[in-house]
């Protein structure tokens, strides 16, 4: 099905009213206030509180949906009115879920809470040595090679283009031009690979060896799926040709080195912030930010930079935010696992506590999530039949592996009402991916379409 167009500010508008209402959050850095677009009134303005939904009423508006074959044995929903703080209606939600992708609001509430919004990452060159340079990872998820040219590319990345130009002005100022090279990527220990991965996933792109120190998160060119068997190397070797291009000869090899504590800082470049970083990797359920982040809360918690002690910190984490975890296996921070298997109340209750009056520090969860049809990973989602009225207002993040399909979000009822939800299978017959798929956007829209009273 042809989509039809859409003008820009429909976008707009659904984008402010459903960040607006789910608790005071900001707006989408970047985006246009609506007070600056001149159109029509498209929607009337919601009611700080609609209509109370009802058990039956849910259960009316998705019953129908869910009893889809193609969703096979293991489907359910779990909805919760965040507006009054309450669930109202579950089914299926007995047993937990393979979560997917989902399982990045778990990593991302967890970081936000942990590191706080305004956090940022450094990778720096310190000087160990006259002539003796070390090129030092902080777990930069998004640092890249070049300089951003496009403006319209959210968020601007650290690139190490110019963290060489400001150390071949700090080495210059000195009178050295010829340098050795180390790099430093211990911030992160432990295994580079989660062992409860497919061996595929390396191999064909769909995750790199998680480093603090790479670019282009270890892909060997920009936008290939193909990574780099060392991503610290791979970034210190970027690193030695950007210092050419700025007058710095690197004599020798690029080897690994751990940076002494007493070495003299010449230059750094930082990341954009934890809040932006999280906004992008639900966006565009990026896995290889969401694995960085699962390190940075496990060193935030005390819990030590491995994948191990990251899943601490989440699960101590999500615990600290009244989220009971206990039937909960965690095994990653991305989803990529099938061993993952969490329970819908404690996907959904990521969004209901980044929505919730008492943890505005949360907000950046919400506007990071996917619009139903128009951004991210839910942008070519909800053009089926029955999707409609879910389309602009539904903002949730997706999770897909085959035969896994969820979606866990947040969605305004026709009353005013704010749902929260999860909806998920794990038993997705693979011919009917597509329609699977299509069953969980038309739940997320009856949500967005019913009343719920009766």
Avoid at 1 to 28: D, I, K, Q
Avoid at 257 to 284: D, K
Avoid at 403 to 413: E, I, K, P, T, Y
Wanted: hydrophobic share 45%; charged share 15%; net charge positive.
């Amino acid at each position: 099905m042809v989509r039809p167009p859409r003008a820009a500010f429909v976008t707009l508008l659904a984008t402010a009213l459903s960040v607006s209402l789910a608790g005071g959050a900001g707006a989408v850095p970047g985006s246009v206030p609506t007070a600056q677009v001149q159109a029509p009134v498209v929607l009337a303005p919601a009611k700080a509180e609609g209509v109370a939904p009802t058990a039956a009423g849910v259960q009316k508006a998705v019953a129908a949906i869910l009893s889809d074959p193609a969703l096979g044995k293991h489907r359910g929903i779990y909805v919760y009115d965040a507006s009054r703080g309450k669930p109202v209606f579950s089914v299926g939600s007995a047993t937990p879920y393979v979560p997917a992708s989902t399982l990045k609001l778990l990593t991302t509430v967890s970081a936000l809470e942990t590191l706080g919004a305004d956090h940022t990452f450094a990778t720096k060159v310190v000087s160990a040595a006259k002539g003796s340079i070390v090129l030092v990872g902080g777990g930069d998820p998004l640092l890249t090679v070049k300089r951003q040219t496009d403006p319209t590319d959210y968020p601007t990345r650290a690139s190490l283009q110019t963290l060489a130009a400001s150390t071949a002005k700090a080495l210059k100022a000195q009178g050295i031009t010829s340098v050795t090279l180390g790099y430093d990527a211990s911030l992160f220990t432990g295994p580079a690979v989660n062992a409860k991965w497919q061996p595929n996933y390396i191999t064909e792109g769909i995750a790199a060896p998680t480093s603090a120190l790479w670019v282009n998160e270890g892909r060997v060119s920009p936008g290939m799926a193909k990574r780099a068997p060392s991503p610290s190397q791979a970034a210190a070797t970027a690193f030695a040709a950007q210092l050419k291009a700025s007058g710095i000869k690197v004599a020798g090899a690029v080897k690994r080195a751990v940076a002494p504590t007493t070495a003299t800082p010449l230059a750094q470049v930082t990341s954009p912030t934890v809040g932006e970083i999280v906004e992008y990797v639900n966006l565009h359920s990026d896995n290889d930010g969401a694995e960085v982040l699962l390190r940075h809360v496990g060193l935030a918690t005390k819990n030590g930079g491995s994948y191990a002690g990251g899943v601490l910190g989440v699960k101590a984490t999500l615990t600290k935010l009244g989220l009971n975890v206990s039937k909960a296996t965690i095994e990653d921070g991305s989803g990529l696992s099938r061993t993952n298997h969490v329970p819908l109340d404690v996907l959904a209750g990521a969004v209901r506590v980044a929505a919730s009056e008492d943890h505005p520090e949360l907000r950046h969860l919400l506007t990071g999530l996917p619009v139903a049809g128009f951004t991210g990973s839910l942008e070519d989602r909800f053009g089926v039949a029955g999707t409609g009225p879910g389309t602009g207002l539904v903002r949730a993040k997706t999770g897909t592996l085959t035969g896994v399909h969820s979606l866990a979000g947040m969605v305004r009822d026709r009353t005013g009402t704010l749902l929260v939800f999860a909806v998920a299978s794990d038993s997705v017959p693979v011919p009917k991916t597509l329609a699977a798929r299509a069953a969980l956007d038309r739940a997320a829209a009856a949500l967005a379409n019913c009343g719920c009273a009766v």
